[in-house]
């Protein structure tokens, strides 16, 4: 059984999932086998999916999101802007934390002004870029002074998570891995966490929404796809995600299972590193240059044009994709639904990299993830043998994320990919962070490792940020999005489909775009 649910309205449709083979789920505990989990149980950690999505179920945040990415109310029942640079939250009344403490502004406030303390992996700050002052104005109202007129802080705000004033701001990774600090509002308390092994919650009774079906959660770690295919068959989990294609395609036929497909908001993008000195040099004829190619828009054309999108969705992807053009889907906020289709153009790509003055190609290491995002390691290997053809000789080396993303944010790499959702819905969000000019002043640019600056980009992406009316945002966002992929500032490849699977007819569970797959919004099938 197959069902196909796109972005549009039809993502509001039920998945149906089911139970591992051997019998039906406990009314008590739900068991998942999920690809990734957390690198640490402070929510101000990293700002990986697979981060957020696990501690969701501990933490709540101020402004959530449903599964179109929609904003909806969380610890926030309303915000608005009082004036050009103020924004009011309204503070939900009668939340308790886990530790039976009562929930205010003050720990909003605290919360937000902790992220720029943490120091972890990837930054948060790219949430709190615009906050300039909080200011407690009563029990229940917090008013949150931004540098500049923000229209998209409530979009920012879906990934504030808020946690206890009462742990203190020198609380780190050791406090929260440990169960001291993890003291949240949500659906669920923290028992245990293994890294890399059993993240286990189970339902807090005092939790301010609807009351949670399971009594107990268990996320499963299973990184490897077989090993988490195989936890599925043998009835060890109960659902798992990220189907890898292979298994997809036979599990169509597999009448015990069903699967379920969803556009999603991820996609794979290739970064070029376009400092004047690359990480590594480049080799033509097997000798070392100090010229970095990349900084030629000849040379990144070129490695575009060299990229058959449709088969790396048709055989590599084995169909579970679409070509990609931009870095988010057309139709978010700042999307640019007039950029044309990438062409493929071998020919061409030969001919611009002997314009560039590299006849014979060149030699470059090329990174990327290999547990990420479904079919990030195979798309980097077909991506390497696709350059070959246009004759460079590109190393690929598939890492894990935990070795692949701290490298990146140092500056190791000189040509990598990896994959990056617009989680808020809106452009400022992928663009403000990946092809502003890195600038910490301004909090712009954050994951702006490879060196590309624009003072017309910068400049649309500033008064974006700062422009309240709709109509106006949109058309310089569009404009950002044209500039920086003409710019090659990325290349995008592919945009990701999702793929879960259960026993036939067991659960219920409404896909969303971000690909979390959250326990609070899974049912038994009536």
Request: charged share 25%.
């Amino acid at each position: 059984m197959k069902q196909m649910f796109k972005l549009g309205g039809s993502l509001a449709a039920a998945l149906v999932l089911g139970t591992a083979l051997g019998g039906a789920v406990s009314a008590q505990t739900l068991t998942m086998g999920l690809r990734a989990g957390p690198d640490s149980i402070d929510p101000h950690w990293s700002t990986l999916g697979s981060q957020a999505e696990t501690l969701r179920h501990i933490f709540d945040t101020l402004v959530m999101s449903d599964e179109n990415l929609g904003l909806k109310p969380g610890l926030a029942t309303s915000w608005k802007p009082i004036d050009e640079t103020t924004w009011e939250f309204k503070i939900r009344e009668g939340v308790k934390f886990h530790d039976g403490s009562e929930l205010t502004a003050e720990d909003v406030k605290f919360s937000i002004d902790r992220i720029p303390v943490v120091t972890g992996p990837m930054s948060m700050t790219i949430y709190t870029k615009q906050v300039a002052e909080t200011k407690v104005a009563d029990k229940y109202t917090l008013h949150v002074k931004t540098k500049s007129p923000a229209p998209t802080l409530p979009n920012d705000f879906i990934r504030l998570f808020v946690v206890a004033k009462s742990i203190g701001m020198e609380a780190r990774n050791e406090q929260f891995n440990s169960g001291k600090a993890a003291i949240g509002t949500g659906p669920y308390k923290f028992v245990s966490w293994e890294p890399k092994g059993d993240f286990v919650v189970e339902r807090f009774d005092g939790y301010w929404g609807a009351k949670q079906h399971w009594q107990k959660v268990v996320r499963k770690e299973i990184p490897s796809d077989p090993a988490r295919m195989a936890a599925l068959k043998s009835g060890q989990v109960d659902l798992v995600n990220y189907v890898p294609a292979t298994d997809y395609a036979a599990m169509q036929k597999d009448k015990s299972v069903d699967t379920f497909v969803a556009d999603s908001v991820y996609f794979l993008n290739l970064t070029p590193n376009v400092k004047e000195t690359l990480p590594k040099k480049v080799k033509v004829d097997g000798k070392e240059i100090d010229a970095n190619p990349l900084r030629d828009p000849k040379v990144r054309e070129a490695m575009d044009l060299a990229i058959d999108r449709k088969t790396l969705v048709r055989v590599v992807l084995e169909g579970l994709g679409r070509p990609a053009n931009q870095l988010m889907p057309a139709n978010f906020f700042g999307g640019n639904k007039n950029l044309p289709e990438k062409p493929y153009d071998l020919a061409k790509a030969k001919q611009l990299l002997a314009d560039a003055g590299y006849p014979k190609g060149f030699e470059i290491d090329f990174h990327c993830t290999n547990n990420r995002l479904p079919g990030d390691a195979a798309v980097c290997e077909a991506l390497s043998q696709m350059w070959a053809r246009a004759g460079l000789k590109v190393n690929a080396n598939a890492l894990n994320g935990t070795v692949f993303f701290p490298a990146q944010q140092k500056g190791e790499f000189s040509l990598w990919m990896s994959g990056w959702g617009t989680l808020t819905g809106e452009a400022s969000y992928t663009y403000g962070s990946l092809v502003h000019t890195a600038d910490p002043q301004i909090g712009l640019g954050a994951f702006n490792k490879q060196g590309y600056s624009n003072p017309e980009v910068d400049k649309l992406l500033q008064e974006g940020s700062r422009t309240m009316d709709d109509a106006k945002r949109r058309a310089l966002f569009e404009k950002v999005t044209e500039v920086s992929m003409n710019d090659r500032a990325l290349i995008p490849t592919v945009q990701i489909q999702t793929v879960w699977a259960a026993k036939k007819g067991m659960l219920t569970i409404p896909p969303r775009v971000d690909q979390e797959t959250l326990a609070y919004e899974i049912k038994p099938k009536s």
